[in-house]
């Protein structure tokens, strides 16, 4: 089915919003006075808040586009969650540049960014926003508030499904937390509601707390393939946990090689299998990628309007000579390009054609008319190819349903990801890994970007190195780079420069601090309990 989402958006915030988030700084103000007693009087009420927390990845408040937005202090246009993450995984790196001059922006480019940042400050509270929603509706599912209610037999079974989907969407925006900003604050169901300000929970430990959640909850969710497409299921909960282990080493000092083995294989296990042509993933109907997709943030042209997400994806890149129509939308931005390092990773272009120019590798989705490789100006937009990744028309070339507004779905998890998580952490020394193997599943992703044309490679070929590019050629701007920089030990780091990195036309190294982002100065003026992370 799809977009679960979308045909109970319409639900807005009740009485059981009216919460403090995890910060006391951010209020959420509800449109309808509908009582918690009301709302969860039936398993379908609760579905209707599950709308909400799935909701929460997709909108930025009741009121699309703008109107009773979730989080102050951010214009609600840049507030939505993947234009967020976005920002903070991909400026700061190889992949991306934008030219806009809004306060904050350029600052990761110089990696300069401080604890005022507006930008990872709305990133901080839209996750503590949803981990918020997460635990108050967890709260009111316990099996105390069902048999209150007189929810009994198969509509209590189906809440209680529904309360582990939020488990693993907070486990998911802990995991942000986590990734980078550290040591947030730390609050579950368990505190009460209104209760003091959070404590603050220290990376090693809050790593542990997701694992594990997640093998917790595991067994609880829906069979891989048996839910509502763009909820979760037992994959989705194997794809974060391979993620996250893959990061071990990062978050705790000490590596988890095994569980990155172990649980992408549970997923490339379960019935997945790459769609047929790279180029049709960021599509406006890629709501049909199902074979690759494991779970997705659901956007529709007319149902989730804001101006992040596959909206800013779509409008932000466009802006030269691109003719906007090629793209499914009324006009372009002229915002975010490509770096250099992004283009070298593809072979030479062989031409000027759309969508990639002639490249053997069909996964260099990249517009160069009008545009210059270098970057001797980061505000010019002209400055830098823009890339062409995602696009709103379906694979037929027609537009999707709103010019203004598009119905491109973003993969949370998708299967191409985990064949990495499991050749990388195979490379590294995970048990039960096979070194053939993951070759082999290397060599898919390369024999669908080649068209089955050459791309394959050797076992020799396939070093850590090498998997870090080939990261970056499958993955770009889907939000992984600053993760996979760190891991690499490449982020901070003078060993690997890229235009404007500290700030310098060729790149600078800068100090090892910023492998982590300030916890927000307004959240530590109102709460005690938090210490800034090191060097801010």
């Known amino acids: 089915m799809k977009r679960f989402v979308n045909h109970i958006l319409l639900f807005t915030a009740s009485s059981l919003l009216l919460l403090a988030s995890c910060n006391k700084n951010t209020i959420l103000e509800p449109n309808d006075q509908v009582t918690a007693g009301a709302v969860y009087s039936t398993a379908a009420g609760y579905k209707s808040v599950l709308a909400k927390l799935y909701g929460a990845f997709a909108l930025t408040g009741n009121n699309g586009p703008a109107g009773s937005g979730d989080i102050a202090g951010i214009d609600e246009g840049t507030s939505d969650f993947f234009r967020l993450f976005w920002c903070a995984q991909e400026l700061p790196t190889d992949e991306a540049v934008v030219s806009w001059a809004d306060a904050g922006l350029p600052d990761f480019h110089s990696m300069s960014w401080s604890a005022s940042n507006t930008f990872l400050a709305g990133l901080y509270y839209r996750s503590t926003y949803q981990i918020t929603l997460c635990n108050e509706f967890i709260r009111q599912c316990s099996d105390a508030s069902l048999s209150s209610r007189g929810i009994t037999g198969d509509s209590a079974t189906m809440v209680r499904y529904y309360k582990q989907e939020a488990r693993l969407l907070r486990a998911y925006q802990y995991w942000v937390l986590m990734d980078v900003f550290g040591n947030p604050p730390f609050s579950t169901e368990a505190d ?26 595991e067994g609880s969710l829906a069979a891989p393939h048996k839910n509502e497409y763009g909820r979760a299921d037992q994959a989705a909960a194997w794809a974060l946990i391979a993620r996250v282990a893959l990061n071990a080493k990062v978050y705790t000092g000490t590596a988890n090689w095994d569980d990155a083995v172990t649980y992408s294989k549970k997923v490339i296990d379960a019935g997945y299998s790459l769609v047929k042509d790279y180029t049709h993933l960021m599509l406006a109907d890629n709501y049909n990628n199902t074979s690759e997709f494991i779970l997705t943030i659901n956007y529709d042209g007319n149902a989730t309007q804001n101006y992040g997400g596959s909206t800013f994806m779509t409008h932000a890149p466009v802006g030269g000579s691109e003719k906007a129509a090629a793209f499914g939308i009324d006009g372009g931005w002229a915002g975010i390009r490509a770096t250099g390092n992004l283009i070298d990773l593809f072979p030479a272009p062989t031409s000027t054609a ?47 349903k709103n010019i203004n507004f598009a119905d491109i779905d973003i993969p949370v998890f998708r299967l191409a990801e985990q064949y990495l998580i499991y050749a990388e952490a195979t490379l590294r020394g995970g048990a039960n890994g096979d070194a053939s193997q993951a070759l082999t599943y290397i060599n898919k992703l390369r024999s669908r970007a080649y068209a089955g044309n050459g791309g394959t490679i050797a076992a020799s070929d396939m070093t850590l190195n090498f998997l870090l590019d080939e990261r970056g050629r499958e993955l770009y701007w889907e939000g992984f780079r600053r993760t996979d920089l760190v891991r690499y030990d490449k982020f901070t780091d003078a060993s690997y420069l890229w235009p404007w990195k500290g700030g310098s036309k060729n790149g600078v190294g800068v100090s090892a601090y910023r492998n982590l982002f300030p916890l927000p100065t307004a959240d530590l003026s109102v709460n005690p309990n938090l210490k800034q992370n090191t060097g801010y």
Do not use: C, H
């Open 354 to 400: 759309f969508p990639n120019n002639g490249n053997p590798d069909t996964r260099a989705e990249y517009w160069m008319d009008g545009q210059t490789k270098a970057i001797a100006d980061v505000s010019v937009y002209t400055n830098g190819y823009s890339m062409t990744k995602y696009r709103n028309v379906d694979v037929n070339g027609a537009m999707g």
């Open 192 to 217: 009460a509601l209104g209760s003091a300000t959070p404590k603050q929970i220290d990376r090693a430990s809050l790593y542990k707390y997701i694992m594990s959640e997640l093998k917790d909850m």
